[in-house]
């Protein structure tokens, strides 16, 4: 489950995001950010919202692209171990230069220790990277970020996002294959039976073109980089 701190501010959370269209992910697993960018243009694509995700490597850049960009950024994904910093020090380092910043801690660590201090020095919630994305759609369904999976509109037939023509489920395995979870794995986690997420998978590599799961990833890292082009122009 994610700890999250839920308060007054939820409106003032899905108000900005309104006005701003963009959301960081600072983490230097190039997987972790693929499945958290794939996951959130795939729950943004039906509303036909415009989203723009910035990603970083370290805390350094973090801090300089979220300083150029804040007035678009409305949430930030910190992960707490970084090149150029290690733990709760990193975070609070931000939340210095930044504390008016919406910021959701992302880390393999879940002891409530950690989640506490976390959550004092500023951290609008505190995700644990071992769960399934799940924990991530309701963070973000609960601060207002996106509407509940009932109220979105089905995408039309034609929508262009790599995402179209997947359920919600095969979204849900997707991004578990890309953070480097087994069969096995994601069946735990999902509550699936193995040929259940066996035939997930072969849907998924079938609709992206992909023979393996490697060729998943740079399938997704093509087609990111033409609609970041496209989106460009």
Known sequence: MASTQIDADTYLLAQSLRRKSGVLIVDDHELVRLGLRALLHARFAPTHTQLHVFEVRSLTSAMEVYGLNRDSIALVFLDLNLPDSDGLPGLAQFM???????????????????????????????????????????????????????????????????????????????????????????ADASELTEGTVKNHVSTILLHFGAKSRSQLISALRQQEAAAAGARAQ
């Open 96 to 186: 210095r230069k930044f504390p008016k910043a919406r910021v959701a801690v992302l880390s393999g660590m879940s002891d409530p220790a950690t989640v506490d201090q976390a959550i004092s020095l500023g951290a609008d919630a505190f995700l644990r990277k071992s769960a399934d994305l799940d924990d991530v759609i309701a963070y973000l369904e609960s601060r207002g970020v996106f509407p509940t999976q009932a109220a979105v509109p089905a995408a039309p037939r034609n929508e262009a996002t790599p995402m179209a023509g997947l359920t919600q489920r095969q979204v849900q395995v997707l991004g578990l294959v890309l953070q480097g979870k087994s069969n096995r794995e994601i």
